[in-house]
């Protein structure tokens, strides 16, 4: 990717969306997401030579939601390593985002750390010896390295509307308790889980914070490459819920979606994206944030999957 | 890739697989597969500079089963294009291969083309103004021009043999003629999907069958880059059923495994592997193949999802 | 029961039923039962003293369906004893009746005989030595010693419709042979079936083919009683698919619906009632058929599960 | 049914029940129902004559648990009449009796008011316009009036036991919250609901409580006879939760089971049965009553689905 050809490109994708009419619906379910104005869109981009590239709304402050799943994945694998993976599966889900159905069939083990049930879990795991407050402090500590920022911090109001009206999550987290794959009490661990969702971050600094996904952190790497492996894998088969697989074959770059309009997409040694569009499709997934993707991966041949044009035509 | 590192790390791999005590259970649903010895193995390369290194039973044939999927599906994307698209699904499956449940929540839509349903209805479009005769020289002929090996075949014994026992793919085709989802009576359309099942491959000819799909075909593109890119995604979102998750986390690299151990796997624009061994997995995967492919995809670095040794570690 | 009470109040239900505007829908799935005209309606009951009391339609033939395995299941019970129980279950059904999804589920053991997968598994042990003319003649003889008359025969035009078109009962068959659940070849199990299920008869006939399960066949028990206790018990709580719970709520009295618009109702040691109205509600049980039965039910408190009026309205 | 063949009927399967070895496992989730010893049996029968014949340990109190749903159905629907179904179904259940997927396959509208996502609905209707204290007064006072004893008391140790361990109770009850299908806070319908699973009652006083489902308490009609029609119908098709086929097949009267080993059998007009035995089958019905039950249907000719022996044999 050359930073040249990628400015221009990014601000047609700019006028683009700022064009379009079909936005998506913003989600409703609590006051300080559904009051997010759907013509935002903003998009950043994190190369391996150190530039950053971004269009539109990228200095907004946006609700990361479940982009925080894979931040919390890593520091997860981190300290438990393969042990982490008695707990939770690496299956694409075939149900919504926030099934119990799923959870029951597969006897309290969510399918992958990436749906809502997985990602409690996975919030458990980091409460083995810390209490919340630790976690957390250690959450924002690990968001603010990783995206060179110490201004980042947890939304406090969407982290009590989450609390209040999270039925969904409550019953995710008693049905993970009730199985015996829950450690600490459900108030605790959804607490704690409700307030990473709440992180706020700017599309530059959740573009700056993927970075050591991509091997491209100025620091090198935070965590083993083994895991970052992992990470990029889960993402590529499970990072859009059960619309994951529409999300390889239309983009084909591994990526996390959270129900505030945000993606931080990942390619290996070439780049680190982040994209901000509050509206949603029905998988709950952002909808012309996918499609901004979807372009620049078409522009650019980003898919990993793409054969390089001159080699499939040469014949 | 280099080709001096590839082959020592081959047969060193061949040499190991050689000594594993446990290998799988052979498929044993037809006489012409249960009879097949467990100790075979076999893999193969081919690079871009047209070389190929093989070790192990590379020259033996075995039936290549649900590995022949990726190529109906590679020309029924090129007769039909997105169209095709409206008959079956791009996501992955949590159910058994041949499950007939998943295909009744979706309405007669199977999840995606690799599945056994998906298979059936791809073969179905195959059909369409052509006999069963003419669609199996087509895809005969494909598989020649792909493999560059005009002495491939299909294997009239297995095909019969399914035709004989394969009351759970009856069920299916039945089942999608129930929703509309088969436009030819399923004695037509299975007789053909049983037919290019049953075609018979060695190693060294399915790893340059698959040449194309990694954009390396000494003849050039076989089918449009896009439907390409299409094909990947799909291997490495859907390409091992039920276990596809857990392929893509353990290997990181596209492909499609068959029940008679096969799995072919492309690299794009740097290799196409193929490897044998019929022991099979809890999922119908063949257990030493996935090892053997978990080996050289960690050993060279191979993972898409993997970042560049020196950048990540440069910290 | 009183008989002069009954008549009166049948010519009511039968001229209220004759002016309902909504009558449902005629199964369209075959041309022989698409053609047929809603505006049909009979009912028939025989009681206990020999006296048989009809309105309406009552001497038109219709395609019995599915109300024939009542009559396979009574005949299996005899042949086979409990050993019958080992390849069906005894649980009502959730989803719709001809579901492949609920016999996956449940590993190829259907939930019970009256749902299309349990009821070709009944005719699959009817054929245990025994060809398919010498078990349809049996079943025909059945039929004819069970409603005293020897007029009853089997529509061969219904019979081959289905076979043509039944692509959900094809692919119930497979499964179930796939699972090891049919002893005998698809075309023979579903052969027979399809034969089985066509019989024609008329309201009049089919209510006094069903004496023998209420008690009140003039040639004493055709079957052993507890086998009459089983089947009774399970009309009630599978005999209207998944809509058996509702059925049970509104009317109280074991029965089994057919797609041909007829319903057999058991009240043991009271009455046989038949009812025949084409059109169907969304489960495809008749839809004017059960509110027929309703009315009767509650204007001579029929329902199984009512207290004497007297009893409770003394306090 | 005759007093004098009872007594000694009930002490023979009082008899036989002692020296069964195969009790089934006593319900361990909380510790007061995990200490109950499963020696204990007991029977207790009420007579329209007002007779009340007991056996074994029927002056002993259990936890009726689940058997209370009766009881709270019974008054729901006095208070909501047929506006109660609008929030729960009348079909049985193919899941475990606290399945939370069935509920979400069912958009968070229960099977019917006996599995736990409906009875946690019953509670929250008679919830309406009432505080938690003075709907548990309603429910104790209905339930001293039914069995005509004013001693019956709620044991608030299992309350609260199930207060801090039923996750799956509380994850049902936000996952209904979420559907919209709970009025109020889990807090106030959860305590509410293991407060009337927790009232303690002996085997004599529950058949008591249960004459006015079978028209015979002393008082005349507790609530409107189509009510009692309507409890009963539900008992037969769903009053044991996925074995209610199997129950309906070998007993044949409408009952309701609880986890404490109690069972509540209603035979319309003719008696009100309870029976105690702690252990529990797979479904979480007990063993050794439904056996009792059984029994007791056979010897009695008690199955509704029965024909008179003299009608059926007189052939």
């Known amino acids: 990717m050359k930073q ?64 925080s799943k894979v931040f919390t994945l890593a520091i997860a694998l981190g300290r438990h390593g393969d042990h982490f993976w008695t707990r939770v599966g690496r299956e694409p889900s075939t149900h919504v985002f926030n099934s119990v159905q799923e959870l029951e069939a597969r006897d309290g083990i969510p399918p992958n750390p990436f749906v809502n049930a997985g990602a409690i879990a996975t919030t458990d795991c980091l409460l083995v010896g810390a209490t919340p407050k630790e976690t957390l402090a250690e959450i924002v500590q690990f968001m603010r390295l990783a995206a060179s920022d110490d201004a980042i911090f947890i939304d406090p109001d969407v982290a009590s509307s989450e609390k209040e009206t999270g039925h969904r999550n409550w019953a995710l987290a008693h049905f ?23 992180l706020a971050m700017t599309a530059e600094q959740l573009a700056r914070a993927g970075r050591f996904l991509a091997g491209i952190h100025p620091a090198g790497n935070l965590i083993a490459p083994g895991h970052i492996r992992s990470i990029n894998a889960l993402m590529m088969t499970c990072g859009h819920y059960n619309g994951s697989g529409e999300f390889a074959y239309r983009v084909g770059i591994p990526a996390k979606s959270g129900v505030g309009g945000g993606i931080l997409a990942v390619l290996p040694n070439r780049a680190s994206i982040a994209v901000w569009s509050p509206g949603l499709d029905r998988y709950g997934n952002s909808l012309l944030g996918t499609q901004a993707l979807e372009i620049l991966s078409q522009e650019l041949c980003l898919s990993m999957f793409s054969v390089a044009p001159g080699m499939a035509s040469q014949g």
């Open 4 to 67: 040249d050809s990628i400015r221009p490109l990014l601000d047609q994708i700019c006028t683009h969306m700022g064009n379009e009419q079909d936005r998506g619906a913003v989600a409703s379910y609590i006051p300080e997401l559904a009051c997010i104005d759907p013509a935002h869109f903003a998009m950043s981009v994190c190369l391996p030579d150190g530039t950053q590239i971004s269009v539109g709304d990228a200095k907004i402050e946006f609700s990361i939601q479940s982009v």
């Open 176 to 198: 993970l308790r009730s199985c015996g794959n829950l450690r600490h009490e459900c108030e605790l661990t959804l607490g704690t889980y409700f307030h990473h969702c709440a």
